[in-house]
């Protein structure tokens, strides 16, 4: 089965090739992504590195690989690349590791095979060599930070079309790494997709829920929730609420980010 490092090969193979083959006047070419300079403060240490970084990175066979990585505090990782016009995906999980002086991650995967390495800067990071070493290349290599505030943050339900709510069990997780969404609708835990469409649209698809029965007073705004939710169409974010809309209405529903 094709892994995630695959991919990478395909990538470096890629590059090797184009440096390869490169003419006189390649060679004059500037390259797109130049060696790393150096920075006074180690990025492990220095940088809020933690996130989602996207980009393409180039492809021997295709136009690119689309690519997400997603990077923990806890120095775990979770990959997902996809041929840009191919249905396929990949996917990989594992840990990560600093590679001295700090600047510098290596990825590997659950098997313990280092699948690729990067060069930590703020808010990006750029695809290195099998070994650690930048690539002098005109193609792009450089992945950028998913910096949405709506991302990665437990957003708890506080009111409800104009009502405020009080203890609910109620929030909404995005993952920017796949586009799924999932939470607890006030009794039942949920799950599906999303798309954000715009400056702050957003669709929400293939949602499915657990059939557990609930009597209390969540069971009811489970039901008022479950009935709006895919009637959204647009957010907003503001001292830390997050504002579900349809058109120009009034707030179906708002949520507030819990630390």
Known sequence: MKTVKILMAVTFASLIGVSGCKSKQQQNVVAANPKPASISDKAKNSLNW????????????????????????????????????????????????????????????????????????????????????????????????????????????????????????????????????????????????????????IKFSQMTSTKMMCIDENQAIENELSQIINTIDNYAITDNKLTFSRAKMSPLAVFAFEK
């Open 50 to 201: 933690a996130g989602t970084y996207s980009g393409t990175l180039p492809c021997a066979d295709c136009s690119g690989i689309e690519t997400k990585i997603s990077l923990f505090s806890d120095s775990t990782y979770q990959m997902r690349q996809q041929y840009t016009g191919k249905a396929k995906e990949f996917e990989e999980k594992g840990h990560f590791k600093w590679v001295l002086p700090n600047e510098i991650i290596a990825v590997v995967d659950a098997k313990g095979d280092i699948s690729g390495h990067f060069y930590v800067q703020e808010n990006q990071l750029t695809l290195l060599d099998s070994e650690g070493k930048p690539i002098e290349t005109k193609h792009n290599l450089i992945l950028n930070k998913l910096n949405n505030p709506l991302f990665e943050k437990n957003w708890k339900l506080v009111e409800l079309n104009g009502k405020p709510i009080g203890n609910s069990r109620a929030f909404i997780v995005f993952n920017p790494l796949n586009n799924k969404v999932n939470g607890n609708m006030g009794c039942n835990s949920f799950f599906g997709s999303y798309e954000l469409i715009g400056n702050n649209g």
